[in-house]
């Protein structure tokens, strides 16, 4: 059976009252199939900066139902920033990379590091660093009370070593995901049978592959009017920046 797209405008936006007037009106517009309309109303709080996972999921829901998987995944990936564990927005994710051509796996990698990817995945920045603080001020008041003959035994250094290591896996998750979210930049391709050339100037450079609607790359360089652009499996190539929608 085909898995149908969750279609499910969430109501939810913690804004100023135009804002929040908007957003209402963008979701009237979605539930009566005025879905063009609904997408610029949604766009316009984005570009007004009052952006969060329920608006980036809604408008994906808008572009999914206007066939236009690149915004629609582009919209997704920028709520899962947000909204990591949403269970409907996973789904719709899903859904919407099946309808993709390009369908490029990650390089197989042991157990442990693809279980450590999913975490990483489903958490934010900030619940990291919170998570990381507990685990220091914990490890801190066992060291205290240790120190002081308060705790003692084989069972408290035992405690106290788990918990240094979860906190050292827990900060490097943090980095990993700061430089990941922060420090690179990643994208969606919008358009279909995308030229991917050897160099930042089409007549002067051989097409080395194509790339297709909605597959995700990571945005190395700009130049002029081009990107350079990077597969999960390690090409690289240049494309029209007018081609990608940045995350």
């Known amino acids: 059976m085909k898995k149908a797209i969750i279609i499910i405008f969430s109501p939810v936006l913690l804004l100023g009252i135009n804002s929040t007037d908007i957003f209402k009106k963008a979701n009237n517009h979605a539930e009566n199939s005025e879905f063009l309309e609904a997408i610029n109303q949604y766009e316009y709080l984005i570009d007004e900066g009052f952006a969060n996972g329920n608006l980036y999921y809604n408008l994906g829901n808008s572009y999914y139902r206007t066939n236009q998987i690149g915004y629609a995944l582009w919209a997704y990936y920028s709520a899962q920033r947000l909204i990591p564990r949403d269970p409907d927005l996973l789904h719709n994710i899903k859904v919407a990379q ?27 920045i900030v619940e990291l660093n919170i998570l990381g603080s507990i685990l220091f001020f914990m490890i801190s008041l066992l060291l205290l009370g240790k120190n002081f003959d308060f705790l003692s035994g084989y069972l408290i250094n035992y405690v106290i070593n788990s918990c240094f290591i979860l906190f050292l896996l827990v900060n490097s998750l943090a980095i990993r995901k700061y430089i990941n979210e922060i420090k690179e930049n990643y994208g969606v391709v919008i358009s279909n049978s995308v030229s991917v050339f050897s160099g930042p100037k089409e007549n002067q450079n051989s097409v080395l592959f194509l790339v297709n609607e909605g597959l995700k790359v990571k945005l190395n360089n700009y130049q002029d009017k081009w990107v350079e652009v990077e597969l999960i499996d390690g090409k690289k190539g240049w494309v029209n920046i007018w081609s990608v929608k940045e995350i």
Not at 98 to 124: H, W
């Open 98 to 124: 099946a309808k993709c051509i390009d369908r490029i796996e990650f390089p197989k990698s042991l157990f442990i590091f693809d279980f450590l990817i999913k975490i990483e995945n489903s958490v934010r």
